[in-house]
């Protein structure tokens, strides 16, 4: 990019900044398009990304609201990481995916994912299981969570239970219920929280009359676990007609973090260069990396600015220097390749402009000069210094100047500053 106001403080470079901007915002865009992609998946009800009423993303929303670190994993193994006694571990409905083996020609799981509660639980984590899909039975921390269905025929239509006050917090909401919600499978190591009492079919005289739990909790070791037969609760369409703060709050037991698994529904976190980042914390690193490669591009183009010349006399090629190094100084002011030539021989004839004027008339030197000036820009430097040193010394003398032939280059005499440099 030449510069036409040589008066001017400073002209900005816009060719670095541009070629780094453009390179980090596609790769951006990529990884934007990636992450929907992959939200995109989602489709089981009460995953947290959901804001349609089957989803939980309201719950997760007034978490944040309220002050809480919400993080939503797609990582089923990062629960490790967590700091057990400051996160509650959500787990709403859904499937282990990963978590399922055949015995016996049967399937069932492989309990990787009761693993994970156990893990979590010894080291003092609270965990609120909601709807799980299936029976999970802990042998080492004796604890089983268990959904029981209705066998009758009949259907029971949507609800509100009232919860136990002697067991919540003062003021909490009522539990809704959907058409036919299971009840969870207790026992005397369970504090029941929501109850309420079986409705049996008259016609049913075998079936169980007794109270129902539909939300209770218990400690494991050092950590707590409660658990929901369902999740009509917290879905969006429930907290939207009737917010449950104070239910809310209580099911995290005051830690601060909040943890969710989306692994359950779809959401799986593939082990490439974004798993390894987030996974080992390398986040500074990546954004060094970044620093690194912008700068190395910038560096590349140009500075991001080019300081004006002191004054439209100023040297452009410095004493003792060769053509190559000379044009590699215009380049590294961006101006284009093909102008090297040109705005050389305009800043001579600015310098020089009698010395210039007797070289574009002179019959030999005329055309060599028309020529040099539509050359590439070495070879057309290397022309144009030979003109100039010519002149320069056939204006020493006549008897110099009959003995060097315009039509065949000669040796270059003894370069002075003047000679050495193109004003």
């Given at each position: 990019m030449s510069d036409s106001r040589p008066k001017e403080g400073m002209v900005l470079n816009w060719?670095?900044?541009?070629?780094?901007?453009?390179?980090?915002?596609?790769?951006?865009?990529?990884?934007?398009?990636?992450?929907?992609?992959?939200?995109?998946?989602?489709?089981?009800?009460?995953?947290?990304?959901?804001?349609?009423?089957?989803?939980?993303?309201?719950?997760?929303y007034a978490y944040a609201r309220a002050g809480y670190q919400v993080k939503r994993s797609q990582d089923e193994d990062s629960l490790s990481d967590q700091n057990a006694e400051k996160t509650t571990a959500f787990f709403i409905g859904g499937y282990p995916y990963?978590?399922?083996?055949?015995?016996?020609?049967?399937?069932?799981?492989?309990?990787?994912?009761?693993?994970?509660?156990?893990?979590?639980?010894?080291?003092?984590?609270?965990?609120?299981?909601?709807?799980?899909?299936?029976?999970?039975?802990?042998?080492?921390?004796?604890?089983?969570?268990?959904?029981?269905?209705?066998?009758?025929?009949?259907?029971?239509?949507?609800?509100?239970?009232s919860p136990d006050i002697r067991e919540m917090q003062a003021g909490s909401e009522k539990m809704y219920l959907g058409a036919d919600a299971p009840w969870l499978k207790t026992d005397e190591h369970w504090t029941a929280l929501y109850s309420g009492p079986a409705k049996a079919d008259a016609k049913d005289t075998k079936a169980d009359t007794s109270g129902r739990v539909y939300m209770a909790m218990r400690r494991v070791g050092n950590g707590e676990l409660i658990a929901a037969s369902q999740e009509s609760f917290l879905l969006n369409e429930a907290i939207k007609k009737r917010p449950n703060p104070v239910v809310l709050d209580f099911l995290t037991g005051g830690r601060p973090v909040i943890w969710v698994d989306e692994t359950l529904h779809g959401l799986q976190q593939n082990q490439g260069v974004l798993w390894l980042v987030q996974r080992y914390r390398l986040q500074a690193a990546l954004m060094l990396f970044w620093a690194a490669l912008l700068g190395l591009l910038w560096s590349m183009s140009g500075d991001l600015v080019r300081r004006p010349r002191r004054d439209q006399n100023a040297h452009i090629v410095r004493h003792g220097e060769s053509a190559g190094v000379a044009a590699r100084h215009l380049l590294q002011r961006s101006i284009p390749s093909e102008q090297v030539v040109v705005e050389c021989w305009e800043q001579y004839r600015r310098r020089s402009p009698q010395d210039a004027q007797?070289?574009?008339?002179?019959?030999?030197?005329?055309?060599?000069?028309?020529?040099?000036?539509?050359?590439?820009?070495?070879?057309?430097?290397?022309?144009?210094?030979?003109?100039?040193?010519?002149?320069?010394?056939?204006?020493?003398g006549p008897a110099h100047a009959d003995r060097v032939a315009p039509d065949r280059p000669t040796a270059a005499p003894k370069r002075i500053p003047e000679e050495a440099r193109i004003a």
């Open positions: 060719r670095g900044p541009l070629l780094a901007g453009g390179i980090f915002a596609a790769v951006f865009a990529i990884l934007l398009l990636m992450a929907h992609q992959n939200q995109s998946t989602t489709s089981d009800m009460g995953s947290s990304l959901r804001e349609d009423p089957y989803g939980t993303s309201l719950l997760f990963n978590d399922w083996e055949f015995q016996k020609g049967n399937l069932r799981s492989a309990g990787k994912f009761r693993g994970r509660l156990e893990e979590f639980l010894a080291r003092g984590g609270r965990i609120v299981l909601i709807q799980p899909a299936w029976k999970l039975k802990s042998e080492s921390q004796v604890w089983e969570v268990e959904n029981k269905w209705n066998e009758t025929p009949h259907e029971s239509g949507p609800t509100w239970i007797a070289i574009s008339v002179d019959p030999g030197r005329g055309p060599r000069l028309r020529a040099a000036l539509a050359q590439p820009a070495l070879a057309g430097y290397k022309e144009l210094s030979q003109l100039i040193a010519e002149r320069r010394a056939s204006a020493k």
